[in-house]
């Protein structure tokens, strides 16, 4: 499949795994598929032995855990825009525009 993202193109395949019954029946599930799904960009994009761990790491803990750990990182995203001149609803604008482009791309 071909996606075409912010402009450029991006190529993807399918990919069938094999995995345990009870595993497959979470899969099923749309909100644990994008848990996966996320897991295997984390890993994919992974540069070093620490970001895989993290990886493990958020895809095992329990939802507590990575509601804190997405809160920690949204806080350190919104200093850092803040630290370089961007407002809220300039963030906001922006990330309402990629959310957009990713469904787009999911639904071709």
Do not use: C, N
């Given at each position: 499949m071909i996606y075409f993202v912010y402009g450029g193109v991006i190529d993807t395949v399918e990919v069938t795994l094999r995995?345990?019954?009870?595993?497959?029946?979470?899969s099923r599930d749309p909100a644990e598929r994008a848990r996966y799904e996320a897991f295997l960009e984390l890993v994919s994009n992974a540069a070093t032995?620490?970001?895989?761990k993290e990886a493990v790491q958020l895809l095992i803990a329990i939802p507590a855990i990575r509601q804190r750990r997405l809160k920690r990182v949204f806080d350190d995203i919104r200093r850092r825009a803040e630290a370089a001149g961007l407002t809220a609803e300039e963030v906001e604008h922006e990330l309402t525009a990629r959310k957009r482009e990713r469904r787009t791309a999911r639904r071709r």
């Open positions: 995995l345990y019954r009870s595993v497959a029946e979470r032995q620490a970001d895989i």
